[in-house]
């Protein structure tokens, strides 16, 4: 099974246009007024890195708190409507009428029209925004890919009038005072401000592309699929596994590109991108995570700091074939590879996975899952099913070299 099958979820969702008594529908939900209180020595916000994107602490209404994935993908606010639920959030309908337009997704599906939530206060570390609108989505596909629960997501651009800085290896999220030096083309690059999101602009087999900055996904770098023609790959694209949004379900096209792409001094060499159905490109954590990031929204810049001069190297794409979702404490498998390790081991649909070479699923982080795949050649699985408890044998491979 990939162990994160999720591409997360509503991490690249360009959100809908909105509708509430505070504000005009065809305006998009915030953030509208933010107010950020920065000092010159930067404030940590508390964060959770457990699904190797950044997981902050927020308030609603007082109340909480509740896990926001921070989000630069993200142009507005979204909240789970079990979060909504429980707060008894005023809620405003939207329909294709003319009251609003579907959202898209980067990765190319179409994304129906959602509710939008009245919310009296936002409170994120030094973050505060009043009488504001949040889109309300089911996102319990978190909880049921990874295991952790999200509550919501909470876009970079909130963060507008001051620096927010992602310290990937440090793991910690800050917030200061400041601004930026003028863009450089080496660490400090122009950012494009497209519906509050991070764009930058970057050469792809030697066309310019433009490419959405996304802290709130965990997949790497994501290409679309209309440029598969001018790009050169080591290997054809293969399916390894499947991507999910809040678009709906589709194939994971991967495939190894032969050449390097510069990220303004940086260099990622050879990299594994997805094939993508969307008309942007997007980098998220599995790139993101080589860099120490600061946005400052206010003047459209961002800067990506490394440690190493090296060329960055994705990692082959190794796994068993499958996936599974996690709900009220049982992972069942939800799909199966045809043709590849976890088939012809005998995994099927609807087996409930209790371990892994001993160890209880549940207790496997995203980080050690990763680690097995990439050292392992084979693990066991301990699959219950209605006649009781199996011991396979899964073979680890590599679906892209």
């Known amino acids: 099974m990939n162990r994160l099958r999720v591409v997360l979820v509503a991490a690249a969702l360009l959100v809908a246009a909105c509708k509430s008594s505070r504000q005009d529908p065809r305006e998009h939900i915030g953030p509208t007024h933010p107010v950020v209180t920065a000092t010159a020595t930067p404030t940590e916000l508390k964060v959770n890195w457990d699904l190797g994107v950044p997981i902050v602490e927020v308030f609603i209404d007082g109340h909480g708190p509740w896990n926001f994935v921070l989000d630069s993908g993200a142009g507005g606010y979204a909240l789970d409507q079990r979060v909504a639920d429980e707060l008894k959030l005023e809620r405003v309908e939207l329909s294709a009428d003319g009251t609003g337009v579907p959202a898209s997704d980067v990765m190319g599906g179409r994304v129906e029209l959602h509710p939008t939530a009245c919310i009296h206060e936002i409170r994120c570390g030094p973050l505060v925004e009043r009488d504001t609108n949040a889109d309300v989505f089911d996102l319990s596909a978190f909880e049921q890919a990874s295991g952790t629960r999200v509550d919501g997501l909470l876009p970079a651009a909130a963060f507008w009038s001051v620096l927010l800085t992602l310290d990937y290896a440090g793991r910690t999220v800050t917030v200061g005072s400041g601004e930026l030096p003028p863009a450089d083309g080496a660490d400090v690059l122009s950012m494009e401000r497209m519906e509050r999101q991070a764009y930058i602009a970057l050469p792809i087999a030697a066309v310019p592309c433009r490419v959405l900055v996304d802290t709130g996904s965990n997949t790497g770098l994501c290409v679309p699929a209309s440029r598969e023609p001018s790009l050169r790959f080591r290997s054809p694209p293969a399916i390894a596994g499947l991507r999910a949004t809040l678009a709906g379900v589709a194939p994971n096209r991967m495939a190894r590109l032969d050449g390097a792409i510069a990220w303004g001094r940086h260099r990622i060499a050879d990299p594994v991108v997805v094939l993508s159905g969307g008309e942007c490109a997007m980098a998220g954590s599995q790139v993101l995570r080589e860099f120490r990031i600061t946005f400052d929204f206010s003047h459209s810049r961002i800067r990506f700091e490394r440690g190493s001069a090296e060329p960055i190297r994705s990692k082959s794409v190794r796994g068993l074939g499958g ?54 050649t084979q693990v066991r699985l301990r699959i219950v099913r209605d006649d009781g408890p199996h011991d396979v044998a899964v073979d680890v491979a590599t679906f892209v070299e």
């Open 323 to 376: 996936s599974a979702m996690h709900k009220d404490g049982v992972s069942t498998v939800d799909f199966v590879l045809p043709g590849g390790p976890a088939e012809r081991a005998g995994v099927r649909v609807g087996d409930r996975i209790e371990s892994v070479d001993g160890e209880s699923y549940s207790d496997i982080s995203s980080r050690k899952w990763e680690e097995m795949m990439q050292t392992k």
